[in-house]
C-alpha cells in the first residue's frame, strides 16, 4: 500500500545536519519529479525542494545554501541532505514523487532541531 517510504528523520543539534531518504516501491516505475515539503505545527505544507527527472534542482529561499535535493534514478530514491540546520527547520518531512501514473506522498518524517 505504502507507495513513498521515507527515513533520516530524527533529533539533532542546531548546526547539524541529517539525511533524508525517500523510496519508492517497486509499483513506481519511475520519478518523474520530486520534491521535499514540511509541515510545522499550525502551520501550511511548504515547499522545501524539488528535482526535476533531469536533475535541475529548486529550493525555498530558506533552505538555499543549506539543503541539497539529489536522486538516484536507479534505486528510485529521492534525497534531502540537511546541513547547518536550524530550530525553525523542526517539522514534519514529506517527500513527493510525481510518476506517469500520478502523484504521491510519503508518510512523513519527524526533523527536530534542538537549541
Known amino acids: 500500500q505504502v507507495q513513498l517510504v521515507e527515513s533520516g528523520g530524527g533529533l539533532v543539534q542546531a548546526g547539524g545536519s541529517l539525511r533524508l531518504s525517500c523510496a519508492a516501491s517497486?509499483?513506481?516505475?519511475?520519478?518523474?519529479?520530486g520534491g521535499w515539503y514540511r509541515q510545522a505545527p499550525g502551520k501550511q505544507r511548504e515547499l522545501v525542494a524539488t528535482?526535476?527527472?533531469?536533475?535541475?534542482?529548486n529550493y525555498a529561499d530558506s533552505v538555499k545554501g543549506r539543503f541539497t535535493i539529489s536522486r538516484d534514478s536507479a534505486k528510485k530514491t529521492v534525497y534531502l541532505r540537511m546541513n547547518s540546520l536550524k530550530p525553525e527547520d523542526t517539522a514534519v518531512y514529506y517527500c513527493?514523487?510525481?510518476?506517469?501514473?500520478?502523484?504521491?506522498w510519503g508518510q512523513g518524517t519527524q526533523v527536530t532541531v534542538s537549541s
Open positions: 513527493n514523487a510525481e510518476t506517469y501514473n500520478g502523484g504521491y
Open positions: 517497486g509499483s513506481i516505475f519511475f520519478i518523474n519529479d
Open positions: 528535482i526535476t527527472n533531469g536533475g535541475s534542482t
